[in-house]
């Protein structure tokens, strides 16, 4: 699992610095001279690659507990570090290579030539911070929207009705209703809001994506290649157990009580769209968000803890052991749901 995890945050460093190679290339049509491109490109990538592996530090359970204006600043002076370092680097070959020195730097007219010929050379301080408080500020902005949610409104992908298959879980905290009663209102909502932020951790790791919170439950969706590769929609399932296993310590001393979970899983094709005038949102539409929530429903009449389609999990390659509890119908439903469940 480990081994996983490290190779994403890898992953998607590199992607970071594919996009930074990428803005240095456009810039470069801009203001381009074939002598340096090479340099600029370098130094964006850098920045990309090294913004990507210091970002899990930003979205760890210890950091989004933070308030969101220290958070904010935080990562822009990260970036900003990062920016200034990567481009000192670039720019001492820069002129390692070419013969100059600092030194030169101090005549008129060597530095004109220069800032003719080399666009780092007119980037200065105040643009990095720019530059740093505009990363950091889409970064904090995507988390409010929820993964690539922020893309999608940006692109319009989905402004005209969308059909596509998507793998559904709905996951709910169980006796709620108790807990709420034994906590009161405030401390429940806090228990709640820890339950959510620990649970990311294992949402992030298997490639989810939040669709939404409703009270003390949550509905979170994968696309079929993201949700099958290695079994993640499933997986996920294990994963916040062992996560709130780990935290059982702080739950017990903190609320006297350890949050217990039950989950139904369903996969089909729903209609994704923007809705929304005064307040915008991507939605799904279909049957199969009904299909699964009633599925959630059934996991304790069935006496298990997650409860999957049949039709889903055939299409898993998992070593999770999982009981056939056969076909069942529900409500509004003509068509029989064959289960298996996670006892």
């Given at each position: ?104 730097f101090q005549d008129p007219e060597i530095l004109a030539q220069l800032q003719n010929e080399y666009l780092l050379a007119n980037i200065h301080g105040f643009v990095f911070l720019g530059m740093s408080l505009l990363l950091s500020f889409v970064w904090q902005l995507q988390s409010f929207f929820g993964k690539g949610v922020l893309r999608n409104y940006l692109t319009g992908r989905f402004h005209k009705p969308s059909v596509e298959e998507r793998i559904f879980m709905f996951l709910d905290l169980n ?169």
């Amino acid at each position: 699992m480990p081994g996983n995890r490290d190779n994403s945050y890898w992953t998607t460093a590199f992607k970071f610095g594919l996009i930074g190679a990428l803005a240095g290339l456009l810039i470069h049509l801009f203001w381009g001279n074939p002598a340096t491109i090479v340099y600029t490109i370098v130094t964006f990538f850098s920045i990309g690659l090294i913004n990507g592996l210091i970002e899990p530090l930003f979205t760890s359970p210890r950091a989004i507990r933070m308030r969101y204006s220290l958070l904010l600043i935080l990562r822009s002076v990260a970036y900003f570090i990062i920016i200034i370092i990567a481009t000192f680097f670039s720019f001492y070959f820069y002129t390692k290579n070419t013969g100059r020195t600092f030194t030169d730097f101090q005549d008129p007219e060597i530095l004109a030539q220069l800032q003719n010929e080399y666009l780092l050379a007119n980037i200065h301080g105040f643009v990095f911070l720019g530059m740093s408080l505009l990363l950091s500020f889409v970064w904090q902005l995507q988390s409010f929207f929820g993964k690539g949610v922020l893309r999608n409104y940006l692109t319009g992908r989905f402004h005209k009705p969308s059909v596509e298959e998507r793998i559904f879980m709905f996951l709910d905290l169980n006796d709620a209703t108790t807990l709420a009663e034994k906590l009161g209102p405030e401390k429940y909502s806090l228990f709640v809001t820890d339950f959510f932020r620990d649970l990311d951790g294992a949402i992030t790791a298997t490639k989810g994506q939040v669709f939404q919170y409703v009270g003390d439950e949550v509905v979170i969706i994968w696309k079929p290649e993201d949700g099958l590769k290695q079994g993640n929609c499933l997986r996920i399932y294990t994963e916040a157990e062992a996560i709130f296993e780990g935290r059982k310590t702080y739950y017990e001393e903190t609320y006297g009580a350890f949050p217990r979970f039950k989950a139904g899983l369903h996969m089909g094709e729903v209609t994704i769209t923007e809705i929304g005038v005064s307040k915008k949102e991507i939605a799904y539409h279909g049957d199969t968000i009904n299909t699964t929530a009633r599925i959630c429903s059934a996991v304790h009449k069935l006496g298990k803890r997650l409860l999957i389609s049949k039709y889903l999990y055939d299409k898993l390659t998992t070593d999770l052991n999982l009981v056939d509890v056969g076909e069942h119908q529900f409500k509004g439903k003509e068509q029989h749901i064959h289960l298996l469940g996670l006892g």
